[in-house]
Nanobody, 113 residues
Framework: QAQLAESGGGLVQAGGSLRLSCVAS??????MGWHRQAPGKQRELVAQ???????KYADSVKGRFTISRDNAKNTVYLQMNSLEPEDTAIYYC?????????WGKGTLVTVSS
């Protein structure tokens, strides 16, 4: 069973940066990454490691966000630069394989204009 704990969310002004962290424990699936859900919108993929170890990003965050990992610390990071008000959402750490998925509790990111 996978356990995921996010941290690093907060309030930041437009153009600023935040780094989210996700500490993972237990049985981790090959696919790991970040999703977000804004008010009134569906949860969407933000950034993800694939089974093969490559990365993919939502078009809206390409060039601004970077996903990385520290295997020694069992931690996945999301570096978010040039933040925009549209990035305001609850960000969730996720590990999944096919239909099976585990989610963290989420961390709130609020970007003011």
């Amino acid at each position: 069973q996978a356990q995921l704990a996010e941290s690093g969310g907060g309030l930041v002004q437009a153009g600023g940066s935040l780094r989210l962290s996700c500490v993972a424990s237990g049985s981790i699936f090959p696919i790991m990454g970040w999703h977000r859900q804004a008010p009134g919108k569906q949860r969407e993929l933000v950034a993800q490691f694939t089974v093969g170890g490559t990365t993919k990003y939502a078009d809206s965050v390409k060039g601004r966000f970077t996903i990385s990992r520290d295997n020694a610390k069992n931690t996945v990071y999301l570096q978010m630069n040039s933040l925009e008000p549209e990035d305001t959402a609850i960000y969730y750490c996720n590990t999944q394989l096919g239909a099976m998925a585990y989610w963290g509790k989420g961390t709130l990111v609020t970007v003011s204009s």
